[in-house]
């Protein structure tokens, strides 16, 4: 296989994983080698490759006889990945209060504006981007690892409760952001933890909700 063919190979993958965490394409969509080949331009071998990486990632299942699908988003996976996430985020920040340079820290200011998502994206990148930020900045790598693909697969739980409670909210996440960067500013590992955990819950509570009401769940 040449470098170009691999280098399409994860292209196709990381478009089709990206499309399903914004929701472009929605939970329980039907996914279509022959389709998919179409649209990319390519042998069925290499959309292939990409939908068994993205079951690989729980984010497509196979149905017998029937190819592919997104897998749907139900509440209990939801209510258990913030659980999961929590801890994780919460050892992240004890590494990052404790590691992490003052001018790596002094970096995370730029989340602190009333508009900070205005100029990226909408408050959903803004979101995510700030979560991936702060991980970004863990010296563990495994750990590192783990944060970034949990904070990227959340995006598919957001967009969809922001489809049911409509967009606004933003004031306390942006409050909980500037509350998680000052006591990170501050070396405070075990005030930044707890405050990330607060704010994981409170998340948790908002889109658990949302999802009881969506028409995707599974």
């Not at 959903?124 to 990227?152: P, Q």
Request: hydrophobic share 40%.
């Amino acid at each position: 296989m040449t470098k170009l063919a691999n280098v399409k190979r994860e292209e196709i993958y990381r478009q089709l994983r990206e499309e399903v965490l914004s929701c472009t394409i929605m939970p329980g969509q039907s996914l279509h080698e022959n389709e998919l080949a179409a649209r990319f331009g390519v042998s069925k071998s290499p959309i292939r490759d990409a939908l068994m990486r993205l079951e690989a990632d729980g984010l497509v299942t196979v149905q017998s006889r029937k190819g592919y699908r997104v897998a749907p988003v139900s509440v209990s996976d939801a209510s258990d990945m913030y659980e999961f996430r929590a801890r994780i985020e919460e050892a992240v920040m004890e590494i990052v209060a404790e590691s992490a340079t003052d001018e790596e820290l002094t970096s995370l200011n730029r989340f602190r504006e009333p508009d900070a998502w205005a100029d990226r994206g909408g408050f959903i990148a803004y979101n995510r981007d700030f979560h991936r930020s702060v991980a970004n900045l863990c010296r563990n790598k495994r750990l590192r690892a783990v944060a970034l693909d949990l904070i990227d697969q959340f995006n598919r739980f957001t967009f969809i409760s922001l489809a049911v409670i409509g967009p606004g909210h933003y004031d306390r996440p942006l409050s909980d952001h500037i509350a998680i960067i000052d006591q990170l500013q501050a070396r405070e590992a075990r005030k930044a933890a707890r405050l990330v955990g607060q704010h994981l819950e409170r998340g948790r509570r908002r889109v658990v909700g949302a999802l009881s009401q969506a028409a995707v769940v599974g």
